[in-house]
């Protein structure tokens, strides 16, 4: 089950349909921000916020937003970057 961000199960963890989530098909990863995997995602987060947000950062800047933390915020022992990752089904 996917939902967006403005949905009402997203706003409310209750309302999601327990049964629907296959919870074995999901993998949590800790990856660094370096790794190839984390700057799509930061991307279309980009993205979505400009789209979300509009100026609130400045046209275009929520990229710049997104970047000025630096790697070391994302590593242990006080940070972390999680990846919920949906294992495809066959």
Not at 17 to 39: E, F, G
Not at 53 to 80: I, M, T, V
């Amino acid at each position: 089950m996917k939902t967006s961000i403005g949905s009402p199960a997203a706003l409310n963890p209750a309302a999601l349909n327990r049964s629907a989530l296959n919870r074995s098909a999901l993998t949590v990863l800790n990856l660094p921000m370096h790794d190839p995997r984390v700057r799509p995602l930061l991307d279309e987060l980009a993205v979505e916020y400009d789209s979300r947000y509009g100026d609130l950062f400045g046209r275009g800047d929520a990229a710049d937003e997104l970047n000025r933390y630096p790697a070391s915020e994302f590593k242990g022992p006080g940070g972390a970057l999680l990846v919920v990752q949906e294992t495809a089904s066959p």
